[in-house]
């Protein structure tokens, strides 16, 4: 993978951080009680997630509760269980987890040392094995008859893991045949 393309999928990581963050702060509405752990919570990754080792991995979450209210980066860790404690804070860029599967999760510690802690799971695979894009034709639709004598434009679109760039998408997008059969990407 060129590192164009790897920065691309960090930069669509970090949109997809900002949104997925967005989303959930307003969604969450505990209602913490003086004297419990505080509530916490991970709004990125999902739960699910499948990365490729080889990118830097945005982790967002928060904690607070009803006596210290939100809590400070200090009192957040992140860590999975294979790879140990690897952050703190509300958002940890990391980019040295191992392949495999992953328990995330982020433990809040309160000012009472109170503690509580959400999880998620994720995958990372080597790009070596990561599968290949899923190519769909969109248009024109399957059993449409075109004349040859027309030019005829094909899209597509690609399913690819989280963090690869869908290049095999754009590429198929701008094929045309033409009346002499030939083709242009």
């Known amino acids: 993978m060129s590192e164009s393309s790897i920065a691309v999928?960090?930069?669509?990581q970090r949109a997809w951080f900002v949104l997925l963050l967005a989303l959930a702060c307003p969604l969450?509405?505990?209602s913490p009680v003086a004297g419990?752990?505080?509530f916490v919570t991970i709004s990125v990754?999902?739960?699910g997630s499948v990365f490729l080792e080889s990118g830097a991995l945005y982790f967002g979450g928060s904690a607070h509760d009803a006596t210290d209210g939100y809590l400070a980066d200090e009192d957040l860790i992140w860590s999975s269980d294979r790879d140990g404690i690897f952050g703190t804070g509300a958002s940890v860029t990391f980019a040295a987890l191992t392949t495999g599967l992953h328990v995330i999760r982020l433990t809040g510690v309160n000012s009472a040392s109170q503690s509580a802690a959400a999880s998620v799971t994720i995958e990372l695979l080597h790009p070596d094995l990561a599968p290949a894009p899923t190519v769909r034709i969109v248009t024109p639709f399957d059993g449409i008859s075109w004349p040859a004598v027309f030019p005829l434009d094909l899209i597509a679109?690609?399913?690819v893991?989280?963090?690869?760039r869908p290049?095999?998408?754009s590429a198929c997008s701008g094929f045309r045949r033409t009346p002499s059969g030939s083709g242009r990407g």
């Open 28 to 30: 969450v509405t505990p």
């Open 45 to 47: 990754p999902v739960t």
């Open 161 to 164: 893991v989280s963090g690869v």
């Open 167 to 169: 290049s095999l998408a």
């Open 157 to 159: 679109r690609a399913a």
């Open 9 to 12: 999928a960090q930069d669509l």
């Open 36 to 38: 419990n752990p505080p």
